[in-house]
């Protein structure tokens, strides 16, 4: 049986060889993405493991992942938001997920963003690269004196609480469903309320069309003019143009977003001003935000671990024809 691996990095391909190696599967490797341009690539592969930049929205990537003879997918990220459920059917094509890998990435990700917003990094490095070493204006706030609103508490949300919580913040915290017996925050009945307590917002929910832009011009109305939001969940649960007037009017003091609306315009590339995005040249141009690209979880662990449940998924596809992961 033969597996395609697309996206693969230096630090994953001894992985990949060891557990092909193993479980005695040949793999070919590209570090290309999975695009209408490599799909043919995989011509020959019973299935095909990819990481998941931009979202597979082409339906010639799928139609002709069926023509090469593809029967299984899986995609080394924890979110579906990437994959076309039509498509995926119509094509007849199953596909997995890896939906919890590190949550520790993430939360230490979320934490570091923090951290570095409160200390105004952004408006340092600014001053600095103009020669300017004026401690003036950049007093910075200490974490144990803050309340942190999360928002959305599963893995990673409950991960970046006990962060939180064990350098002496107070952490409240909003879910469709509360989990029970959690000493790391105290829930809120109502987004709002957490909204309007939090000095630091920190969003933790999955992307689908009901989160939608969930962060918004009314919400942003509603946060402390000194509080700060964080996002490491999806770029679309935030309005980016609502956030950006909310940043310029003095609404709310800074944001750190290492997801974005539209990042794959940009995300793992060089810079292309004829293809970047008018929000993203707005938000890199002030001294009160951190743009990152969707790195929270790329660490040595979790990119090991996602590359091993990814290929667990295709060897359970392969034998049973489900997986444990399956997301169709
Ligand atoms: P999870 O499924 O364990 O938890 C998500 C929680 O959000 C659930 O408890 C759910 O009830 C809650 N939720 C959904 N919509 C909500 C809403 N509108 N208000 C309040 N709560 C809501 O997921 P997870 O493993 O914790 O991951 C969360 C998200 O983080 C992923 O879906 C993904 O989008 C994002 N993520 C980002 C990166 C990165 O590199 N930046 C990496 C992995 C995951």
Known sequence: MKLMIYGIGKKELPVAREWAQNNHYQIEVTEQELTSET?????????VSFQQMRPLKEEAIYQSLKENGVRYLSTRSAGIDGLNQNFLTKYQLKAANVPVYSPRAIAEYALTLTMMLLRNQPKLEKRRENGSFVLDGLIGREIHALTVGIVGTGHIGLATAELFHALGARVIGYDHYPKEEIETLTYYNNLEELIKEADVVSLHTPYFPENHHLMNEKMFSLMKSDAILINTARGPIVDTQALIHALQTGEIAGAALDTLENEERFV???????????????????????????IAFYTLQASKKLMEASLKSLDEFLTTGRSASQIN
């Open 39 to 47: 799909v043919d690539l995989a011509k020959g592969a019973d299935a």
């Open 268 to 294: 793992n590339k060089m810079a292309d001003k004829r293809v970047a995005d008018p929000h993203l040249e707005e938000l890199l141009q002030m001294d009160n935000v951190i743009v990152s690209p969707h």
